[in-house]
C-alpha cells in the first residue's frame, strides 16, 4: 500500500469537518474531576486538568482539538471524554458513515497541524479563517476523501512498529547524565562546522536509483527521493533546511541546493541528533520570506557542552542520548 502523488485532492476544511469552539473554564473555577480538560497546550496531548465541568461545557469524545492560541496549530486525537477550552477547536469528521478512530486521526493529525507556520500569537485561528483552509487527502474515483484507504494506510503502518520491553545492548548507558550541571559555551556555526551547499536536480532530471536526495520538506527528515544520478556525494553529515530545520544523516546522500550540509569529524548519530535539535531552536528566524541561507545562519551563535579545556563535548552529546530511554532503536 503506496502513497503516490496522483492520488491526492485539494478539498475544503469546511466540506469535510464539523468544527466548534471550546468554552473558557479559567483555573480558579475548575472543579476536580474525570472530565479531560483540553486547552492550548502541546504537552501531554493537550489535556490541561482533569475537571468536574459545568453544564454549559459541553462534553465530547472521539473528536480532534486544534489550538488556537498557546502552541498554534498543534492538533491532537481523544477517543475519551473531553472538554475544551475557548483556546480551542474541536474537529469531527461530517460524514457520519465515516467514525473518526486512532488511525484515521494519526493520519490526519500531521496534514492538519503542517497550517501552523502561517498562524502565531498575532495571528490566531479562528473559525472563520479555518473555514477558508485546503486540506490535502488521499481521494477516491469519486473525488471524495478516501478514509478506507487513510485508515488502512496507518494500520498497515502500525504493524511494523515493535516494542522490545528488554532494551539493553552495547549501545545503551544506563549511567545518568544530567544537562543542568553541564558547562555551556556559545559557539557560531560557521566556527564549529564545515558548511557545503547542495545542488539543484529537479525532479524531471532525477533517475531512479538508490542514493537518498534530501530536500527542504518537513517531512521524512528531508527526505525526498531514492536516485541513480546524483550531483555529488556526502555521508554522516547535519543537513540544515532553508526553512531552518536540522536533520542527521547517516550514510551516503546528495542533497538539493535548498540545504546546506554541515560536516565535523566527531559527528556520529547520536552527537548528531543532539545539536541538530539545537540548531533547529533558531527556525523561529526564518520563514518563506526569509530563508535559512548560508549567510544568513552560518553566523548563529549555538550552545553546546565543552569540557574541562573548553572544548565541544562531543563524547558527553553522544552519551547523553545513548543514556535515553529507546535510544537503542536510534
Same mark, same amino acid.
Given at each position: ?16 469537518? +464539523? ?11 475548575? !472543579?476536580?474531576?474525570? $472530565? ?11 489535556? +490541561?486538568? #482533569? ?28 477517543? #475519551?471524554?473531553?472538554? =475544551? ?19 484515521? *486521526?494519526? %493520519?490526519?493529525?500531521?496534514?492538519? /497541524?503542517?497550517?501552523? +507556520? ?6 490566531? @485561528?479562528?473559525? /472563520? ?5 485546503? $486540506? ?9 476523501? +478516501? ?20 532494551? =539493553? ?32 536536480? !529537479? ?33 554522516? =553529515? ?8 536540522? #536533520? ?6 546528495? *542533497? ?31 520563514? %518563506?520570506?526569509?530563508?535559512?541561507? /548560508? ?22 552529546? /553522544?552519551?547523553? @542520548? ?7 532503536? $536510534?
Amino acid at each position: 500500500m503506496k502513497i503516490t502523488n496522483n492520488n491526492w485532492k485539494e478539498f475544503n476544511f469546511n466540506d469535510l469537518f +464539523d468544527i466548534s469552539r471550546g468554552k473558557r473554564l479559567v483555573t480558579l473555577d475548575q !472543579i476536580s474531576g474525570d $472530565i479531560a480538560y483540553i486547552s492550548s497546550t502541546k504537552k501531554n496531548n493537550g489535556i +490541561d486538568n #482533569y475537571i468536574s465541568p459545568p453544564d454549559y461545557m459541553k462534553i465530547y469524545k472521539n473528536a480532534l482539538t486544534l489550538n488556537n492560541s498557546g502552541s498554534v496549530g498543534y492538533c491532537f486525537y481523544h477517543s #475519551y471524554e473531553f472538554v =475544551a477550552s475557548d483556546h480551542c477547536t474541536v474537529i469531527d469528521i461530517k460524514d457520519k458513515k465515516v467514525i473518526l478512530n486512532n488511525y484515521i *486521526a494519526l %493520519f490526519l493529525k500531521p496534514i492538519i /497541524e503542517a497550517m501552523k +507556520d502561517k498562524y502565531s500569537f498575532a495571528r490566531e @485561528i479562528n473559525n /472563520e479563517r479555518l473555514k477558508k483552509e485546503k $486540506i490535502l487527502l488521499p481521494n477516491t474515483q469519486n473525488n471524495n476523501p +478516501d478514509w478506507r484507504f487513510i485508515e488502512n494506510y496507518i494500520k498497515k503502518l502500525s504493524k511494523k512498529i515493535k516494542y522490545d520491553s528488554k532494551i =539493553a545492548n552495547s549501545y545503551v548507558i544506563k549511567q545518568k547524565f544530567e544537562l543542568e550541571t553541564k558547562k555551556w559555551k556559545e559557539f557560531k556555526i560557521n566556527k564549529v562546522f564545515t558548511i557545503i551547499r547542495g545542488r539543484r536536480l !529537479i525532479e524531471i532530471h532525477r533517475i531512479r536509483g538508490e542514493t537518498p536526495y534530501y530536500s527542504a520538506s518537513d517531512y521524512n527528515n528531508g527526505f525526498t527521493d531514492k536516485i541513480a544520478n546524483p550531483l555529488f556525494i556526502e555521508k554522516d =553529515a547535519l543537513i540544515y533546511t532553508t526553512f531552518g530545520k536540522c #536533520y542527521y544523516v547517516e550514510n551516503k546522500f546528495t *542533497a538539493s541546493d535548498e540545504i546546506s550540509i554541515l560536516k565535523n569529524k566527531h559527528l556520529n548519530i547520536y552527537n548528531g541528533l543532539f545539536i541538530a535539535t539545537i540548531i533547529t531552536q533558531n527556525k523561529y528566524k526564518y520563514t %518563506f520570506g526569509r530563508k535559512a541561507f /548560508e549567510n544568513r545562519f552560518s553566523n548563529n551563535v549555538i550552545k553546546l557542552p565543552i569540557d574541562e579545556n573548553n572544548k565541544i563535548d562531543f563524547e558527553f552529546m /553522544e552519551n547523553y @542520548i545513548k543514556s535515553l530511554n529507546y535510544s537503542s532503536d $536510534i
